[in-house]
T-cell receptor, first 113, second 107 residues
Framework: DTAVSQTPKYLVTQMGNDKSIKCEQN?????MYWYKQDSKKFLKIMFS???????INETVPNRFSPKSPDKAHLNLHINSLELGDSAVYFC????????????FGDGTRLSIL | SQQGEEDPQALSIQEGENATMNCSYK?????LQWYRQNSGRGLVHLIL?????REKHSGRLRVTLDTSKKSSSLLITASRAADTASYFC???????FGTGTSLTVIP
């Protein structure tokens, strides 16, 4: 069984469109994250939710909006996509905040045309 | 930030050799974690070392931590082609990874 699953795996779309990426974890974890990995493999956190509450919100354009309907799901909606949004987006979860090992999904590769 | 910085950026070795990669960080931590990322996949947690530990082993992995120097190292012994991946350190409870060390193990 996949522990952290994200869909879609690939997303190719035009500049200016709105798109969503979904993430689900079946580990019973309380905390979920969204990361962005650029072409140089630098991995940076975007958001973190603990029990559906936003606890980390890094310097991310407000075109990006996370939504956590329950603690097993953390979706990412992106409005007005720009060329610079092209990256791989990873969802992750951990048992609690802070220092627990994180479990990652396999990423969503977003390409903006 | 607590961003870990891995060194070297790239490492290429023959199968059977040992691989050592290093990590430096900036401020005090409670623990440090190492992760592996295979091409096209998400990160996989390898090992966690607490700030009161100096060394930890897990199979062919050996991790050291020097809190006075704010550095850690990951040693993979008897490397295999399947160890080819990028390796990231994750200091403390901040959420920044570096760019990793890209390890290539040549069969």
């Amino acid at each position: 069984d996949t522990a952290v699953s994200q869909t879609p795996k690939y997303l190719v779309t035009q500049m200016g469109n709105d798109k969503s990426i979904k993430c689900e974890q079946n580990l019973g974890h309380d905390t979920m994250y969204w990361y962005k990995q650029d072409s140089k493999k630098f991995l940076k956190i975007m958001f973190s939710y603990n029990n559906k509450e936003l606890i980390i919100n890094e310097t991310v354009p407000n075109r990006f909006s996370p939504k956590s309907p329950d603690k097993a799901h953390l979706n990412l909606h992106i409005n007005s996509l720009e060329l610079g949004d092209s990256a791989v987006y990873f969802c992750a979860s951990s048992q609690d905040t802070g220092e627990q090992p994180q479990h990652f999904g396999d990423g969503t590769r977003l390409s903006i045309l | 930030s607590q961003q870990g910085e891995e060194d070297p950026q790239a490492l290429s070795i023959q199968e059977g050799e040992n691989a050592t990669m290093n990590c430096s960080y900036k401020t005090s931590i409670n623990n440090l974690q190492w992760y592996r990322q295979n091409s096209g996949r998400g990160l996989v947690h390898l090992i966690l070392i607490r700030s009161n530990e100096r060394e930890k082993h897990s199979g062919r992995l050996r991790v050291t931590l020097d809190t006075s120097k704010k550095s850690s190292s990951l040693l993979i012994t008897a490397s295999r082609a399947a160890d080819t991946a990028s390796y990231f350190c994750f200091p403390g409870n901040q959420f920044y990874f570096g760019t990793g060390t890209s390890l290539t193990v040549i069969p």
